[in-house]
């Protein structure tokens, strides 16, 4: 056995380890909490069915963006251009329905249909592949390249719709807004299925582990045979292709492609969600579950700041303070694993 393979194994059994520390419990937790504290402050208007629903149709498009940036994280990077990348995928695709005809009858058949879907996922891979060539290959900073190409797409869906909302959407888009297969919202599912196809990548496939191990620790990792490029360039696209995805929904759940969705509080939600999750901003450790869960509590908030009739300014500034407070104490948990290290070294 190579000391390049032992090194990789070592490696591996420590992300296991450290994937074992970071249970999910907590932010589940959080979760109940924050549902239980809302269905007694507002019992007659948040613990309904018609709330929860909404929260369903609400919460995968706000998911989706958190799972990418969670993918970024891994790598010890951020990806701030995801809302801007759904925007785009969502006005190239709907651009595709106009030139088409496909809002006429008869012309919004099943492939037209599925090629724009490929479309807008084309779109979001492409924009993801150029974030990680230029954080790979031009070795330029996550936060700095994608905040450029977050601009650069935005700028683009702006420009080419001249900054208006596209209305020609066909009735099958639409329909992901609205249908409930077995009382389960569509989009809900979709969101399912992306977190299993995430999880794979992540949790199930050699690609993932050793992305998660250039994250964790790139010098090990350039030095057991790990491209750092390569993991740069696979994650990259798999988040702009999540990013698409909720392009996809947005569409959908606005009836139209409107080239600056989200573009203000969309980004910092998607970066809170990944950090409430307790992914590790610092690279090495991701996990799919508490994406969904801080999602879900998090659009649980909101929903009970609506129920509440508090003014909604106030949920954006609680973002922040909640982004603040978790990595605070984030912060203060790697300074204490850092002195218990030092005294186990140097007991007195």
């Known amino acids: ?122 779109v979001g891979a492409v924009c993801g592949a150029i974030n990680g060539l230029i954080i790979g290959r031009l070795r330029v900073l996550a936060i700095l390249a994608t905040m450029a190409t977050m601009e650069v797409f935005g700028g683009l869906a702006i420009a080419w719709t ?70 740069q360039l696979g994650i990259y696209t798999a988040s702009g292709m999540l990013a698409s995805v909720a392009g996809i929904i947005f569409v959908a759940r606005t009836a139209g492609a409107t080239p600056n969705y989200g573009a203000g509080s969309y980004v910092l939600l998607a970066v809170v969600i990944a950090v409430l999750a307790g992914v590790d901003p610092l690279g090495g450790f991701g996990t799919v579950l508490g994406v969904l869960l801080a999602a879900f509590a998090l659009d649980m908030i909101r929903a009970g700041f609506v129920a509440l009739q508090l003014n909604q300014f106030l949920y954006e500034a609680a973002q922040g303070a909640i982004l603040i407070v978790v990595l605070a104490l984030g912060a203060t948990a790697r300074g204490d694993m850092h002195w218990l290290a030092r005294l186990r070294r140097h007991p007195r």
Do not use: W
């Open 162 to 231: 001249g900054g208006n909302t596209l209305p020609d959407v066909p009735q099958p888009i639409l329909d992901i807004a609205n249908l409930s297969p077995a009382g389960i919202p569509l989009p809900a599912i979709i969101l399912l299925v992306c977190a299993v196809c995430a999880a794979l990548l992540l949790n199930g496939s050699r690609f993932g582990i050793r992305a998660t191990l250039v994250g964790a620790n790139p010098r090990a990792a350039n030095l057991s045979g790990i491209r750092e490029k390569g993991a």
């Open 1 to 122: 056995m190579s000391q390049n393979t032992t090194l990789v194994e070592t490696l591996a059994r420590a992300t296991a380890a450290l994937r074992r520390e970071h249970s999910p419990l907590p932010i589940l937790g959080v979760t109940v909490l924050v549902f239980a504290i809302f269905a007694v402050l507002a019992p007659d208007s948040f613990p309904t069915a018609a709330n929860l629903s909404s929260i369903g149709f609400q919460v995968p498009e706000t998911a989706l963006l958190g799972l990418g940036v969670m993918l970024s994280m891994v790598l010890g990077g951020i990806d701030l251009s995801v809302v801007a990348v759904a925007d785009l995928a969502g006005v190239t695709m709907v651009q595709y329905f106009t030139y088409v005809g496909a809002t006429r009858p008869g012309h919004d058949g099943p492939l037209v249909i599925a090629t724009g879907i490929a479309i807008a996922l084309l």
